[in-house]
């Protein structure tokens, strides 16, 4: 696939595009670790040959433009995601939870998973539970919204910023595989977490549905949200307020509900600037090609 093909294409197709055919490369790199190697790559390249299947017939009829803009990204953003179950200690077998507690004593004093506990209550936990479920429905939501609009500018670049931060966060679980303080800090807790009537069922739901991954570091979460968070504030003003509290809670949310440590927060934050001023730059370099080629 050639650079200038890459360059015309709508950016979160290419960023897919590359994205595919890296982990195909790792994966076949690394396949004597890897269990299923033959069924990542090919699970990689029916997602390859279905975003070129989309964008050839992007434009044919309403079920295709949801297909192609909202719901195949979705998908393969999620197939991406649980795929890499098989494949960070294979890139990387070591946790780097040591380091990341160690950083975290270093800035508070102490545990903060464990310091939070003074302030646990089961109406805060089910409330914080919600927040941190919301991150599900964020960028869906700024989607859908745009879309509805028939704002396909603000809505291309938004979905490329998002699955940028997506990719990059994954990238990221690759090279700093960390499983996070609900497993490493369990020992330290002197109470677990007790909601009222939410908490306990919609863990064991994201416990099923996203099983066991060492995708503590950086916080996607936070990543995620704060990039969505940026781009309803630049397109919709209105969902930025919306999203807001939502978000907020949510960032605290996983530290107290001992998913991440409070450095994999840090470094959710640093990914979103890393996302906003890469993506920005790359986006605004498209629309100068798209606009010279024309």
Known sequence: MSRK?????????????????ALTVITFI????????????????????????????????????????????TISILAIFDSL??????????????????LDFLLFGGHPTVMLEGIMHPLLTDLLQIAYTSYYLLPFTLGIVLLAQKREQAFDQALFMIMLCFYLSYAGYLLFPA????????????NDLQGLILTAPIQELLNRLEGIKRDAFPSGHTGIALTVLFLAFKFEKRLFWIFLPSVSALI?????LRYHYVVDVLAGIILTALTLFFGGAYYGYWQKRIHTDR
């Open 85 to 102: 179950e098989y494949i960070v200690h294979a890139v990387n077998p070591e946790d780097i939870d040591p380091l990341l507690i160690k």
């Open 30 to 73: 690394f396949s004597r670790g890897i269990e299923q190697a033959s069924c990542l790559i090919l699970l990689y390249c029916a997602l390859f040959l279905a975003q070129a299947l989309l964008y050839l017939f992007r434009d044919r009829g309403r079920l295709m433009h949801w297909l192609y803009h909202l719901i195949f990204p």
């Open 179 to 190: 499983i996070g303080p609900r497993f490493t800090m369990n020992h330290l807790q002197t």
């Open 5 to 21: 093909f890459l360059a015309l294409l709508r950016p979160a197709d290419a960023l897919n595009f590359i994205s595919l055919t």
């Open 252 to 256: 605290f949310s996983t530290v107290y």
